[in-house]
């Protein structure tokens, strides 16, 4: 490593210019080839072909020729017209949106609205036309809902299009909406802080060139992602916000070490290899860190989430590229300029005071963590309550048309609801008096509570038929009552039958399932390759220990306060949502990887820190408290300008989103202003000489990855 930072320090000494020229060319490249990634990417998919749910759905609808529920719901409004939709006229009029429905590659089934199947209204004003696609695929529903919607102008009824398929198409614009609303909102506040935090126009320039650049960058990436395997079009939201973030984080500290080299009276050439030796080499460990905890996604079968995943490992590796390369060349390019249109008044990050708190801090460090930890602990007790749910049709808010158009299905036409698929195979041996097996079945489906109502059977051949049924709790509000009716329908026994069940309760089910079966090894990896980064980083066995443990009651706490905000719908108001009375599965699962990461890079930052303190001969007491105050500051300030980027996305109005940004502000606000500069430095106080220990192997290991010592006083 320090062979490749010599290289790179060599290269920004002697080809600034061409350098910043090539990065500059290349970022024109990636802007004009991820401008084609929201078209390219796909809709997010949350099942996962394997489950008993999507295989049930799928073959039933191979038998049919047709899905089993409705994709598409049409609905027809007469608005004050005298008669409402059951006038000849208006009749008329649904019948040939109804013929131009069917007239639609990919659909398969048209249910037009009567009295009798409960589709119109009592009042006469509102009527509902079903349409069935004839594939599950979300893309494909996607592309069936585009080709739909402007052939279903009217000039006698206002017809909107909802359901599922029109929800997955109208996220998949929004996410093209969103990223440049979060962009407009958060690029404005980054400015006003980077000047703040380095005092200076022309130095706050530097990160947010970077930033420019990784957003660019995200977009290109996960286009090119797209070539490969199937990416989801909300990755893009989540992955630029994160590249943002990591630009300005990483550039941070880049420049404010180099500015540091400059103050002690350092030439720009000795105060650039410093930087890279240093903060350089921090931010290498810091890119890999993040970039592992984000690849644990990858091992979710789910596109939603293995986009996440490979779509974060890009960016993070990708930023920290071009940060060592980049900021390198534009610190030189601008030499004395670096400091022109500074405001002086502004006092520098971190400072003597944190150091001093610290050192308070180290006379009581048992205190310090049983405060800190009691709180972390109490803050995180309602996780323990954490209902999750997935991601369905009233994701999107009543101001988009299939959000209005689900709340409008609810209130009016509840029997078109999410219902149970209930496939009954009769065995070889019960062929014979199939019709009775299947009623059998029927009869068992009808008895169970929560269940409203059995249509009669749908024959799908070979022994197999069909069986929808209404039920009653809503499978993405009533999680509890919902998971409680599948496991009742799939204890169904009745001999000669076999019962497999589909339908979006199911579904929700079977991915819980999937997900509480993969995590443990999920987290398992996690946790032993970040502790393998750490170790190698900091030579001492110890303290990655502590740094996980640390990190996951950082999660912890985050996970409880969010669901004490969404889950008990406490931001509802404030942030315009429906809280469903439970957090999206995903969004849980997004914000303990990426906090775990970030959690991670901060404390990367500060123990790197320490270790080149101590290797240079300072004792370890005063090497923790001269790295908090020469680095804590700079640790808040980044977790500050962090959080602007992350939370931005809460301007999307899709509730996942909101979910997530809001989760990543929380956990790494606590992490960056609570848990690095006072709970870490009092867990090393109170571990003493301990918290340094490590099998030879190990020291022997991080002795070849040690940076050169530097000197051990405080530069005041």
């Known amino acids: 490593m320090r062979v490749l930072l010599d290289r790179l320090a060599a290269l920004a000494l002697s080809r600034a210019r061409p350098v910043a020229a090539g990065v500059l060319l290349l970022t024109v490249v990636m802007g004009i080839y991820g401008a084609g990634a929201f078209h390219a990417l796909k809709i997010p998919q949350f099942t996962r072909a394997g489950e008993e749910s999507t295989r049930t759905a799928n073959a039933v609808s ?65 009527a509902l036309i079903l349409a069935h696609l004839t594939s599950l695929d979300e893309d494909d529903g996607r592309e069936v809902t585009d080709r739909l919607r402007p052939q279903l102008a009217s000039e006698s009824l206002d017809v909107d299009v909802g359901g599922r398929a029109a929800a997955f198409s109208d996220t998949a614009h929004q996410a093209e909406t969103d990223i440049f609303r979060a962009e407009a909102f958060a690029f404005p506040i980054l400015t006003v802080l980077l000047i703040i935090v380095f005092r200076g126009v022309i130095a706050a320039l530097l990160p947010l060139s970077l930033a420019a650049v990784s957003v660019l960058a995200s977009l290109a990436g996960l286009r090119l992602l797209g070539e490969l395997v199937p990416i989801s079009v909300s990755a893009v939201n989540v992955v630029s916000a994160l590249g943002l973030g990591l630009a300005v984080d990483y550039s941070l500290f880049l420049v404010s070490r180099y500015r540091e080299e400059l103050a002690r009276g350092a030439p720009p050439p000795d105060a650039m290899r410093t930087m890279m030796h240093t903060a350089g080499r921090t931010v290498i460990y810091s890119a890999i860190t993040v970039a592992v905890a984000l690849s644990a996604l990858c091992l979710f079968p789910q596109r939603f989430m293995y986009s996440m995943g490979l779509g974060g490992v890009f960016v993070s590796l990708f930023v920290a590229a071009v940060s060592l390369v980049l900021i390198p060349a534009l610190l030189l390019i601008a030499g004395k300029r670096l400091d022109a249109l500074a405001l002086r008044r502004l006092a520098p990050a971190g400072g003597h005071r944190l150091g001093d708190t610290v050192r308070t801090l180290q006379r009581v460090p048992l205190l310090m963590v049983v405060l800190t930890v009691g709180a972390l602990a109490v803050y995180g007790v309602p996780a323990l309550d954490m209902r999750t749910t997935s991601v369905g049709p009233g994701v999107l808010p009543a101001s988009t048309e299939s959000g209005s158009v689900q709340r409008a299905v609810e209130q009016l036409f509840p029997a078109a609801g999410p219902g149970l698929i209930v496939e009954v195979s009769a065995s070889a041996a019960a062929r014979e008096d199939a019709d009775r097996t299947v009623a059998g079945v029927g009869d068992a489906l009808a008895a169970t509570p929560g269940v409203l109502g059995v249509r009669p059977p749908q024959p799908l051949g070979d022994g197999r038929a069909l069986l929808l049924a209404q039920a009653a709790p809503d499978p993405y509000g009533d999680v509890v009552g919902s998971a409680a009716l599948v496991e009742a329908v799939r204890a169904i026994d009745v001999p000669g039958a076999e019962v497999r069940l589909g339908g979006e309760a199911a579904s929700l089910v079977d991915l819980r399932d999937d997900v509480s079966n993969r995590l443990p090894w999920i987290v398992a990896v996690l946790v032993l390759t970040t502790t393998l980064a750490l170790v190698a980083l900091t030579g001492s066995l110890v303290l990655p220990v502590v740094s996980v443990l640390l990190n ?120 960056a202003m609570l848990v690095r500069p006072f709970l870490l430095p009092a867990a090393i106080k109170l571990l003493g000489p301990a918290a340094w220990w490590a099998p030879a192997p190990v020291r022997r290991l991080a002795a070849r ?9 405080d530069p005041a």
């Open 705 to 713: 990855l040690e940076p050169p010592a530097t000197p051990a006083t």
């Open 62 to 126: 191979r038998a049919l020729g047709h899905n089993a529920e409705p994709d598409l719901l049409i609905l027809v409004r007469a608005g004050d017209a005298q008669g409402g939709v059951t006038t000849p006229a208006a009749q008329q009029e649904i019948e040939r949106l109804a013929r131009v429905a069917r007239g639609v590659d990919g659909v398969g089934l048209v249910v037009p609205p009567t009295a009798e199947n409960g589709l119109v209204t009592a009042d006469g004003r509102d």
């Open 552 to 671: 996951g009651l950082t999660i912890f706490a985050t996970l409880g306060l969010l669901t004490v905000l969404f889950q008990h719908g406490n931001l509802e108001g404030l942030l315009g949502f429906s809280s469903g009375n439970a957090l999206f599965l995903f969004s849980g699962l997004l914000v303990g990887s990426m906090v775990f990461g970030l959690a991670t890079d901060y404390g990367v930052f500060l123990l790197a820190r320490v270790r080149e303190l101590r290797d240079a001969g300072m004792p370890d007491d005063e090497a923790v408290a001269v790295a908090v105050q020469r680095t804590g500051g700079l640790i808040a300030a980044a977790g500050l300008l962090f959080m602007v980027a992350i939370g931005s996305i809460v301007t999307s109005p899709l509730v996942f989103l909101k979910e997530f940004a809001i989760g990543n502000v929380i956990g790494i606000g606590l992490d």
